[in-house]
């Protein structure tokens, strides 16, 4: 089961932020977040990645809330290739394995 | 350049036949994945592999069968036994369980039709 909830779809225009939510109220204390993003019929990308802390690369910024039950992603200046679905996914480790649970993603569309 | 690699991108069986999906990856990763994903939803663990010649059932393994003979392959047969074959399959690699922060890295997937 996902243990992650994010909404179905989000529009957004082009040139300004893009902030994807996304809950997580059953995580645990050492379980990461992991945002992917799909675009069509293609392979997942990853994109960023944390457990307490903000986080920011040349793609994102991650920002975790105090009590780790929910998370923002921020893709700063949106443009039109960056319509895809977004996941947010929580990192399961169990002894030696190592599991993406996978929800159902956010759909997002840059519009001009 | 690095990568992953599936082929073909596309695959076309009759009902009933075995068929293989092929996975390379040249990124010098130990663990191997295969998921697929089903329209709308996200994406669900087949098999995985996390060092050469050993593997692990995923959530959802039935109908499927995997060999990690070498480091860099990680093929996934898609048997008769499978009741909806028909379906993207992605498979992705990634540093071994030993790397604390491990970003896994995805092929572009065969997106597999059974007529």
């Known amino acids: 089961d996902a243990k992650t909830t994010q909404p179905t779809s989000m529009d957004c225009a082009e040139g300004r932020a893009a902030n994807l939510p996304c809950n997580h109220s059953t995580i645990s204390g050492n379980e990461y977040v992991y945002w992917y993003r799909q675009i069509h019929s293609q392979g997942p990308q990853y994109i960023i990645h944390g457990l307490k802390n903000n986080e920011t690369n040349e793609m994102a910024s991650l920002i975790i809330t105090e009590d780790r039950k929910s998370s923002t992603l921020i893709l700063p200046h949106a443009t039109l290739r960056d319509t895809a679905v977004y996941y947010c996914?929580?990192?399961?480790?169990?002894?030696?394995?190592?599991?993406?649970?996978w929800g159902l993603g956010t759909s997002l569309a840059v519009n001009p | 350049d690095g990568g992953i690699t599936q082929s073909p991108k596309y695959l076309f069986r009759k009902e009933g036949q075995n068929v293989t999906l092929s996975c390379e990856q040249n990124?010098?990763?130990?663990?191997m994945y295969w998921y697929r994903q089903d329209p709308g939803q996200g994406l669900r663990l087949i098999y995985y592999?996390?060092?050469?010649?050993?593997?692990q059932k995923g959530d959802i393994a039935e109908g499927y069968s995997v060999s990690r003979e070498k480091k860099e392959s990680f093929p996934l047969t898609v048997t008769s036994a499978q009741k909806n074959p028909t379906a993207f399959y992605l498979c992705?690699?990634?540093?071994?369980?030993?790397?604390?922060?491990?970003?896994?890295?995805f092929g572009q997937g065969t997106r597999l039709t059974v007529v």
């Open positions: 990124l010098n990763h130990d663990a």
């Open positions: 592999s996390q060092i050469v010649n050993d593997f």
């Open positions: 992705a690699s990634s540093t071994g369980s030993g790397q604390i922060n491990t970003e896994a890295f």
């Open positions: 996914i929580v990192r399961v480790d169990a002894g030696n394995n190592r599991k993406l649970i």
